[in-house]
């Protein structure tokens, strides 16, 4: 299916200039061009920006956009290999954030609920704030899910690599490509 730039942008929920940059930024594959000049996009150009959409969502747009790219540019192992190190570090961070926060530490992070805590009269207020901030993490680390579902389309719409199997072996990335045993 061919669409325009503000086909993609509606779709995604951007504008069509900030699908514009995605595309500038390596996060999409290059559009082809009408003789025209007019951009034309396909579905792996949407999955892309959905991917983008989620993922940033989930361990933010800098690591966000690496791990598209890397979609487009490196091999698949690449791709997987950033999935696998984004969650460990937001998991990491959290425990990190936990222990300041038992140890008194005012870190950024911390500085919007230190105040919660300390004008809290009652535990209630505490466990309030405490779960306030669980509730944060638990969204990010959603994104981080709906953001690798998105990834996996994209990576099934590029067939220019392969991928590597858990067994060492590579694998087409199309199953259609894939030869019987």
């Known amino acids: 299916m061919q669409m325009r730039t503000v086909d993609v942008a509606r779709r995604a929920g951007y504008s069509v200039q900030q699908v514009r940059n995605l595309e500038r930024d390596g996060v999409l594959p ?3 061009r009408t003789a025209t000049g007019y951009r034309i996009y396909a579905e792996v150009h949407l999955q892309s920006v959905l991917a983008y959409r989620a993922l940033a969502a989930g361990v933010g747009p800098t690591e966000a956009k690496k791990i598209v790219r890397a979609v487009h540019h490196g091999p698949a192992s690449q791709v997987l290999a950033l999935l696998d190190a984004a969650h460990p570090t937001q998991v990491r961070d959290a425990r990190i954030v936990h222990q300041l926060r038992r140890a008194g530490y005012r870190i950024a992070a911390l500085r919007a609920l230190m105040p919660q805590l ?6 209630e207020d505490v466990a309030s704030a405490l779960a306030a901030r669980d509730a944060s993490i638990a969204a990010r680390s959603k994104a981080l899910l709906d953001g690798s579902a998105a990834l996996s389309a994209v990576l ?5 690599d392969d991928t590597t199997t858990g067994d060492g072996t590579s694998a087409p990335r199309d199953p259609a490509e894939a030869k019987p045993a």
């Open 156 to 160: 099934a719409l590029t067939t220019s």
């Open 118 to 123: 300390r004008h809290a009269r009652r535990s």
């Open 30 to 32: 290059p559009a082809t």
